[in-house]
């Protein structure tokens, strides 16, 4: 448990981040009306999830309590939480592909989870292997929120044929992703990304909603670019400092 008051405060955002993934699995469950503020809760989990690590590094009160904590918010905000909302909003009229899709997500999100416990003593501060859980999560509540306000008319509407596939090829390739050996960097490492995408996700609670939507497909613009080009940026660094990586890959050892 926390012992001071360096510790306390990193791990009231990190608890705050819980309860934003708990809370959208409640909204997913209360039905259509409420799919919006379902994704706009798992992106809001995503931002206090950033800040409590950097908020205890900042103060010196990183603890072994808060790590495990941490690891139980992801499970819950970006493992359990998009997939509920997947099951509520696509293949209405195909159950079976329902749960096996809603459950390749959470297994996904477990086994990448635990994988990075075990493996990865420097919690991600020299980079990833594997696509890190937030990134599906994002593109799942994106695609919800958009396909929820139809700024963009039918072009995000899962319901409508194509789209839905795109949706879900988009998951299946992020859930194989987390468990490969792939190597990522650290996005919330740089502050002139972090804070970007703090503005970002505070628009998508801005009831204009011709913003919001904007302020979506940017995230989402922006995470595919690191699924792309992260593996390729990982690359083009190891020469610098390659150290093994948490999954048997090479890493790079970035400071701080």
């Known amino acids: 448990m926390p012992i ?15 309860l934003c993934g708990f809370f959208s699995i409640l909204f997913a469950l209360e039905g259509e009306s409420y799919y919006l503020l379902s994704a706009q809760f ?38 359990l ?4 909302l997947i099951y509520q909003v696509a293949l209405q009229r195909h159950d ?36 890190p859980i937030t990134v599906s999560a994002g593109w799942v509540a994106m695609f919800v929120l958009l396909s929820e306000t139809r700024t963009f008319g039918d072009y995000f509407r899962l319901g409508q044929g194509p789209v839905g596939v795109i949706f879900l090829l988009g998951v299946l390739v992020m859930i194989v992703l ?34 919001a939507p904007k302020a979506a497909l940017v995230i989402m613009v922006a995470g595919l670019i690191y699924l792309v080009l992260g593996p390729v940026y990982m690359h083009t660094v190891k020469s610098r400092a390659a150290k093994p990586c948490p999954g048997g890959q090479a890493q790079i050892d970035e400071a701080d």
Do not use: H
């Open 42 to 79: 798992i992106m809001l989990a995503m931002i206090l999830d950033g800040i409590d690590g950097k908020v205890a590094r900042l103060l010196k009160g990183t603890s072994a309590f808060g790590a495990e904590l941490d690891t139980y918010v992801d499970m819950t905000a970006f493992g």
């Open 96 to 131: 079976d592909w329902r749960i096996a899709m809603t459950a390749l997500v959470v297994l996904s999100g477990m086994i990448r989870l635990a994988r990075f416990k075990v493996k990865d003593p420097l919690r991600g501060q020299g980079g990833y292997c594997g696509l």
């Open 178 to 211: 987390q468990v490969s050996n792939v190597p990522y960097p650290k996005p919330t490492k740089l502050t002139a990304v972090f804070v970007p995408s703090i503005v970002l996700v505070a628009l998508l609670f801005v009831r204009n909603m011709n913003i």
């Open 81 to 84: 939480a998009p997939a509920i």
């Open 4 to 18: 001071n008051w360096r510790q306390i405060v990193p791990t009231l955002f990190t608890l705050a981040a819980m």
